[in-house]
């Protein structure tokens, strides 16, 4: 059975390895800003998947470190913790995403956002996130492309 709930401070370290497992950002892995998704059996409890609503200077919010083991993909289990966190955002939410991932997230209520509609803090992260892909592309010589995201709310 696969249950999804809020973390715990035990959960830390093995949101850390799934979030750096997942070669995600590393950065601002706080246990008390994840949903976890939990298969529980009677010989054990595995984490199978993890995301977070993370908080930034500025207030704003941003659905963050979306991770699901490859073994628990194609189930739900991402969209079930979309829900998890879309129900307890303040909005607008934010998020980046790589571009080939747009339509995934646009199933949950989320949009293209123009830079000049990203608070200050993210903005700067995606300025930073922009030039890192802009040299990435150019060493590895094929087309890299992030996407921020908003979901503003429920209409």
Same mark, same amino acid.
């Given at each position: 059975?696969?249950? $999804?709930? %809020? #973390?715990?401070? =035990?959960?830390?370290?093995? $949101?850390?390895?799934?979030? /750096?497992?997942?070669? +995600?950002?590393?950065? !601002?892995?706080?246990?008390? !800003? ?13 984490? #199978?998947? %993890? ?5 930034? =200077?500025?207030? &704003? ?7 699901? +083991?490859? %073994? ?13 966190? +879309? &129900? ?9 995403? /790589? ?6 997230? =646009?199933? @949950?209520? @989320?949009? +293209? ?7 200050? &803090?993210? #903005?700067? !992260?995606?300025?930073? &996130?922009?030039? $890192?892909?802009?040299? #990435? ?10 996407? =921020?995201?908003? !979901?503003?709310?429920?209409?």
């Amino acid at each position: 059975m696969i249950i $999804i709930r %809020a #973390a715990e401070a =035990a959960d830390q370290r093995p $949101i850390t390895r799934l979030v /750096r497992g997942a070669r +995600l950002n590393p950065l !601002h892995l706080a246990w008390p !800003h994840f949903i976890v998704a939990e298969e529980v059996t009677p010989a054990q409890r595995t984490l #199978a998947g %993890a995301g977070q609503l993370r908080p930034h =200077a500025d207030g &704003s919010r941003e659905l963050a470190s979306l991770v699901v +083991l490859p %073994a628990y993909q194609q189930r739900g289990l991402g969209g079930a913790l979309i829900q998890a966190l +879309l &129900s307890r955002a303040p909005f607008p939410l934010y998020l980046y995403c /790589r571009g080939e991932l747009v339509p995934y997230y =646009a199933r @949950f209520g @989320f949009r +293209l956002a123009m830079e000049d509609e990203l608070p200050p &803090s993210l #903005a700067r !992260h995606y300025r930073i &996130s922009q030039a $890192i892909i802009w040299g #990435a592309t150019r060493v590895l010589r094929r087309p890299l492309v992030l996407a =921020a995201m908003v !979901h503003p709310g429920p209409q």
